[in-house]
């Protein structure tokens, strides 16, 4: 996982971008005591489960945080840790205890939340949709981006596509939500950068400006 935060909240630094990759102290409690200190936008980069949609409960969808399995909460352990859901997000400690707080007092969402993980704005799939990026809404977020479907990754398109190593296409899809989200009008700004890539993928571009990635990305504001 890795992640941004703004204003009252520091990223722990590290010396090399594998680090961010590595670390182990990310987990659901750093996330919480950073958000409750007032952070101005929060950028997350990293796995993101879906919900089936034959079982109908979106709010199953999961961020995969450094939570170790033995951490309570509502969702399943899976491979040495455990997932932070949708459902976590929104009920909180409330049914795990008596004195139990909700989701929004937990995890408080700051106006402008990225969510950028295979599905993480799945929601509209299910009858009743409450996923991730809903849940950050009910949390305070005023506009969220998520993603769709799941998400080629650079190495990906490398492999398969036959791209050069020098051609990130998930990078520069990350970097323009980034940089979306610091704008005054975020969604003028990376429909801009999504119309960009429609038209060079019209004008004959390769694989790196397809729908893949950019058609993924929609964003929802309140």
């Given at each position: 996982?890795?992640?941004?935060?703004?204003?009252?909240?520091?990223?722990?630094?590290v010396?090399t971008?594998?680090?961010?990759?590595?670390?182990?102290?990310?987990?659901r409690?750093?996330?919480?005591?950073?958000?409750?200190?007032?952070?101005?936008?929060?950028?997350?980069?990293?796995?993101?489960?879906?919900?089936?949609?034959?079982?109908?409960?979106?709010?199953?969808?999961?961020l995969?945080?450094?939570c170790?399995?033995?951490?309570?909460?509502?969702?399943?352990?899976?491979?040495?840790?455990?997932?932070?859901?949708?459902?976590?997000?929104?009920?909180?400690?409330?049914?795990?205890?008596?004195?139990?707080?909700?989701?929004?007092?937990?995890?408080?969402?700051?106006?402008?939340?990225?969510?950028?993980?295979?599905?993480s704005?799945?929601?509209?799939?299910?009858?009743?949709?409450?996923?991730?990026?809903?849940?950050?809404?009910?949390?305070?977020?005023?506009?969220?981006?998520?993603?769709?479907?799941?998400?080629?990754?650079?190495?990906?398109?490398?492999?398969?596509?036959?791209?050069p190593?020098?051609?990130?296409?998930?990078t520069?899809?990350?970097?323009?939500?980034?940089?979306?989200?610091?704008?005054?009008?975020?969604?003028?700004?990376?429909?801009?950068?999504?119309?960009?890539?429609?038209?060079?993928?019209?004008?004959?571009?390769?694989?790196?400006?397809?729908?893949?990635?950019?058609?993924?990305?929609?964003?929802?504001?309140?």
């Amino acid at each position: 996982m890795q992640g941004r935060l703004d204003a009252g909240a520091v990223v722990p630094s590290v010396s090399t971008p594998v680090e961010a990759f590595r670390r182990t102290d990310l987990d659901r409690d750093w996330l919480s005591d950073v958000l409750r200190k007032g952070a101005r936008r929060l950028l997350y980069v990293g796995h993101v489960s879906g919900a089936p949609v034959e079982g109908g409960q979106s709010e199953d969808g999961t961020l995969h945080l450094c939570c170790d399995p033995g951490t309570a909460d509502l969702a399943d352990p899976v491979r040495g840790h455990r997932p932070l859901s949708a459902k976590d997000l929104l009920l909180g400690t409330l049914p795990l205890r008596a004195d139990g707080e909700p989701g929004a007092g937990l995890w408080p969402a700051p106006p402008r939340v990225a969510l950028i993980g295979c599905e993480s704005g799945g929601d509209l799939r299910f009858a009743e949709s409450f996923g991730l990026a809903t849940a950050m809404i009910h949390n305070g977020a005023e506009l969220v981006t998520a993603t769709r479907w799941v998400l080629p990754t650079n190495f990906a398109f490398h492999q398969l596509a036959g791209l050069p190593k020098s051609v990130r296409p998930l990078t520069e899809a990350i970097v323009a939500v980034d940089t979306a989200h610091e704008d005054p009008d975020p969604v003028e700004r990376l429909g801009r950068w999504q119309r960009d890539r429609l038209d060079r993928w019209r004008a004959g571009g390769g694989i790196e400006h397809s729908p893949l990635l950019w058609a993924a990305i929609p964003s929802i504001v309140v």
